[in-house]
């Protein structure tokens, strides 16, 4: 157990769907990541909070829309995805960003988009 | 942009023998290098660190070696296990003042019994 846990571990959508993915911290950290695992692919970050403000978004499509209402909690939601969205998402945490911090990562969510 | 480049992308070796995986990074403001365990079904797990005023780290089996120089980075894992078999992702921040880590795509290591 790393302290940093996601629901749901799998997932299977329609393209027309509308899904939110839940990341929680239990490690008192004060920022918070979202992660794209492709087969073969390095991974891809998508958003970064901070102090529940969002400080980096690397041109992530607009289908996919995260919320971090508090430092403890991230949410992605899934809108309108495509085949290609299939993959693992990762959440994770650490103290601080942009630091050189440690990241704890969670187990991942396995999205299959059809 | 930024990369980090990672070799090899798959690595056999029997148990007890030694591995090791190579990192090169581009921007010359890293200065922290975390390597990462992912096995099957998991996050990736920290499993060593470095930072720029290191040149060497070691944790029981597992080392980690930097070169600022030549911007290089490598991880050693010595009398290698079954359990050790998993991929491996190293990673290298710059403390610009904003976020930037760039992890490397893996390495898949397979321990042979």
């Known amino acids: 157990e790393t302290g940093v846990t996601q629901t749901p571990r799998h997932l299977v959508m329609g393209m027309t769907n509308k899904k939110s993915l839940k990341c929680e911290q239990h490690?008192?950290?004060?920022?918070m990541y979202w992660y794209k695992q492709s087969a073969k692919k390095p991974l891809e970050l998508m958003f970064v909070?901070?102090?529940?403000?969002?400080?980096e978004n690397n041109s992530v499509p607009s289908r996919f829309s995260p919320e971090c209402p508090n430092s403890s909690h991230l949410f992605l939601h899934l809108h309108t995805l495509q085949p290609e969205d299939s993959a693992l998402y990762l959440c994770?945490?650490?103290?601080?960003?942009?630091?050189?911090?440690?990241?704890?990562f969670g187990p991942g969510t396995r999205l299959l988009v059809l | 942009g930024e990369n980090v480049e990672q070799h090899p992308s798959t690595l056999s070796v029997q148990e007890g023998d030694s591995a090791v995986i190579k990192c090169t990074y581009s921007?010359?403001?890293?200065?922290?290098f975390p390597w990462y365990k992912q096995e099957l079904g998991k996050g990736p797990q920290l499993i060593i660190d470095?930072?720029?005023?290191?040149g060497e780290k070691k944790d029981q089996r597992i080392a980690v070696t930097l070169n600022k120089t030549a911007k290089h980075f490598s991880l050693h894992i010595t009398e290698t296990q079954p359990e050790d078999s998993a991929v491996y992702f190293c990673?290298?921040?710059?403390?610009?003042?904003?976020?930037?880590?760039?992890f490397g795509a893996g390495t898949r290591l397979f321990v042979k019994a």
């Open positions: 994770a945490s650490s103290q601080d960003s942009g630091r050189g911090e440690t990241q704890y």
């Open positions: 470095i930072r720029s005023n290191v």
């Open positions: 490690l008192g950290h004060n920022a």
């Open positions: 921007d010359s403001a890293s200065n922290y």
């Open positions: 909070y901070s102090l529940e403000e969002r400080v």
């Open positions: 990673a290298a921040t710059a403390n610009t003042g904003g976020f930037k880590t760039i």
